[in-house]
DNA sequence: AAATAAATCGAAAACGTTTTCGATTTTCCG
DNA sequence: CGGAAAATCGAAAACGTTTTCGATTTATTT
């Protein structure tokens, strides 16, 4: 490997010339400049990032913690973020949490140990401790939370406007004349559980429909599988024989939910209409197709590494810089599995 | 940010003692190992992880380069990298080079210049030249492809015997008495749309079905999705009026193709039969649900990653590895899309 | 108590870069 | 041609760690 050392001894120069005549240096003339510039690409110098990395304290990368991969939307979110992040030269590291609290704290670590300059984090769905948060903000390393977030920790952010997503989704139920409406909320904790729980109730009390919590099924360690959408949807139908619509927190769970309605023999959306939630793809090309609230994966990948870019200049200027809050559109998209009852 | 330094002063004793005592030297006395070790987490010590790569000249990190993230098989491919890396103390950077062969070229240029451990790499589409992977080996990287490889190259594999797999899949076909087989073939560069499209001809020969160049369907530029299903499904009606199973490169182009099919009343299976490849989780709850061979993505990361974790230890040794060519098994899946005719 | 062996420590170099600041050279102008 | 100003260069420190090897201390033996 090639160093700077090397190329001054070839030239019979000082190795501060020679790293400044990389850097195009103003303080060097222009002839040694394209000297060395020259000997550089022909002795295919390539400068050892572990010693910029040591010199500058920065190594250009950031960290990513997501709870699952193999997912639509956070697939979709991690080319929103690697296709941003590649555009301003940094890479990125990906790390999962596996849904899991615990696992989210040593990833945190381990990003925090590998000094990566910034962190980008969806938090898993048992997460109810920000301690490991905090201690990135007080290391003063830049981190912005996205999708699922905790609205106590003080950081930017990048989420959807979930409450009125579900408010719309629920009322797009009531529109086409749903009188008993259920909900698949999945976990308790995750905010976006939450705050699409409220958006349900919420749509439901300004119809005067009242709210009946034994319609809202909750899966506290459930995984927002397919699974779980079949076992709600066996439940659903031995607790309740009046349900006409429901609103489902997840894609995944709701094509799981519909699988089973098919299978016992009610009809969607002749007997139940069901909405779904995020537009995986998968729910364009099932039958009937689900209707949903698309959520915009890569633009919340995008957007939060914008965000991180901007705190991590901050930082380096010593500048500070007030959090953002960045919230996206979202959309119902409505498709085979709701139409309007008569 | 507490340094050797630090904790050396704190205690009166030498920044080398104190490195030692950390990493257990028999050379330091249990009693100073133990002061050093208790005042490190006292003033929670991280290691400058920039420091030590300097000067190990490793950074516990390896590249990543794939196809395209959003996508059921290559987002099980990096799950599987990233769990059996966390397994051994590394971290992955991820880069996607998004079916371009010049973008890949570029990938691989930064993850030489980041220096990283090793580079996992699935090619794209379009790579026909592989100059920058020789490079690598060149550079004495240690290199694993995986899935969509380059046969010339060599370096450590991990693949699926796609021949054989498409042998299976059309035999199939076959069977259940379909006597005028089509293939979508997808591209023409890839090893993988080679050795299907083999196993595809040598099934229909050793059935003593004469192989029909016509009833080979290939799309160039074409991105394996979706509305390439849809496009190539229609072309094949105007073409071929008598054409009674299919065997397709991706699930994701199968699907598309069946639901264009359904769309045009074609009936699937009872007109046509169609076997897709990957089992994509998508293909299992569609209707009809699709016959395909399963992929083994996750497994496919694990080994990936084994070997070159393999490959890395052996250079640190200076020892020589001979490269190893993993062969995954799949099977056949045999679902709603392919019917016994009669 | 002296001699030897064993245990424990630390100085210093090295990894390869960046940057400050002083030194030297060149240019320019009267 | 002399002097000041501008242009060009390089020595050296610093980033924080690891590791070699010699020095010092302690323990052991005769």
């Not at 139940?272 to 537009?279: A, E, P, Q, T």
Request: charged letters at 25%.
């Amino acid at each position: 490997m090639v160093t700077l050392k090397q190329i001054a001894e070839e030239l019979g120069i000082s190795i501060t010339t020679v790293s400044k005549a990389l850097k195009e240096y103003p303080d060097v003339s222009k002839k040694t400049r394209k000297l060395v510039r020259e000997t550089a690409s022909l002795l295919n110098y390539k400068p050892n990032s572990f010693a910029v990395n040591l010199r500058t304290k920065e190594s250009k990368t950031i960290g990513l913690i997501i709870p699952v991969i193999v997912h639509h939307f956070f697939s979709s979110v991690i080319k929103g973020i690697i296709s941003q992040a590649e555009k301003k030269g940094y890479l990125v590291i990906i790390l999962q949490s596996d849904e899991s609290y615990e696992l989210e704290k040593k990833q945190v670590d381990l990003l925090l140990s590998k000094r990566v300059d910034g962190i980008l984090i969806s938090l898993a769905n048992g997460t109810g401790d920000y301690k490991h948060l905090t201690d990135i903000i007080e290391q003063e390393t830049p981190l912005v939370m996205f999708d699922k977030i905790a609205k106590i920790v003080k950081c930017s952010k990048v989420i959807i406007d979930d409450r009125k997503a579900a408010y719309t989704a629920t009322q797009h139920l009531i529109d086409i004349g749903c009188k008993r409406i259920a909900h698949f909320r999945g976990a308790l904790l995750p905010q976006n559980s939450i705050d699409r729980f409220l958006g349900y109730k919420k749509a439901l009390l300004d119809n005067n429909i009242k709210y009946d919590p034994s319609l809202v099924y909750v899966n506290e360690c459930g995984d927002m599988s397919f699974e779980e959408g079949k076992e709600n949807a066996r439940q659903l139908l031995k607790d309740h024989k009046d349900v006409d619509g429901i609103f489902i927190n997840t894609d995944l769970v709701a094509i799981g939910a519909m699988t089973e309605f098919v299978k016992l023999g009610v009809k969607v959306p002749e007997e139940i209409s069901i909405v779904g939630f995020s537009n995986w793809f998968m729910s364009s090309v099932i039958s009937p197709s689900l209707t949903t609230i698309n959520q915009p994966g890569f633009d919340m990948g995008k957007n939060a590494f914008k965000l991180l870019y901007k705190e991590i200049k901050a930082k380096k200027q010593n500048k500070l810089f007030a959090h953002k809050e960045v919230v996206l559109e979202t959309d119902l998209i409505i498709r085979e599995s709701t139409k309007t009852l008569n």
